[in-house]
């Protein structure tokens, strides 16, 4: 009888303890961080330019001076992101081939994914030859509408770095009608528009532009 008894005390115990477990907890809210009936929460998944080691830059908010248009150009081409190298093989934050990088006086390309100091001044020194470039187009086409946009020295040299040169002159002589669109679609329109009326006037147009590695 001691046994049976013991027996029953014992699983009526464990029944009591599993039951417990199904019982309903009084719902809780954590103040500031709540859902209404109707909401969902909504994850973002990092896309090919962002995982644990790719981090993107905030762009801050300086106008229109060099500084604003530099990383506003920085943020377009790869988000920000120093060792971004893209599927065609443009490199660091503002997407350089190697043809260019060789131009500017850069060959090692190892360091100059590392390198914060030298992209800025392989970005500085393509828009001196860029601006040498252009500057006929430049004096000619500034202040004129074309597919409803208004054509602007920095607007020209960012669709430059976008299609080189060459692009942006048949562009302005075909009156937009001749456009360009890189591997991604992105059009030389859509850079002179959205890097229209910036300072880049402390940059000389120079043909021979070189980035000075010491």
Do not use: C
Not at 149 to 161: D, K, P
């Amino acid at each position: 009888m001691i046994k049976k008894g013991s027996y029953i005390l014992g699983l009526t115990l464990l029944v009591s303890v599993v039951s417990s477990g199904f019982i309903s907890l009084e719902e809780k809210k954590v103040k500031g961080f709540h859902l209404a009936d109707n909401e969902v929460i909504k994850y973002h998944v990092a896309n090919e330019y962002e995982n644990e080691e790719k981090v993107a830059v905030v762009v801050p908010h300086v106008g229109k001076s060099f500084i604003g248009f530099a990383q506003k150009m920085a943020y377009k081409e790869s988000r920000g992101i120093l060792h971004l190298v893209n599927p065609y093989g443009y490199m660091g934050k503002y997407q350089f081939g190697k043809s260019a990088l060789r131009t500017v006086g850069i060959y090692d390309y190892q360091e100059f994914l590392r390198n914060a100091e030298w992209q800025d001044k392989a970005f500085e020194a393509l828009i001196a030859r860029n601006k040498w470039e252009l500057r006929k187009e430049i004096a000619k086409f500034s202040g004129k509408v074309i597919n409803g946009v208004e054509i602007t020295e920095s607007g020209l040299v960012a669709a430059a770095h976008l299609g080189g040169a060459g692009s942006v002159k048949k562009y302005l002589r075909s009156n937009g009608k001749n456009g360009f669109k890189d591997g991604f679609g992105t059009s030389l329109s859509s850079y002179i528009r959205k890097f229209a009326g910036y300072d880049t006037s402390h940059i000389k147009a120079d043909l021979y532009a070189k980035v000075n590695l010491e």
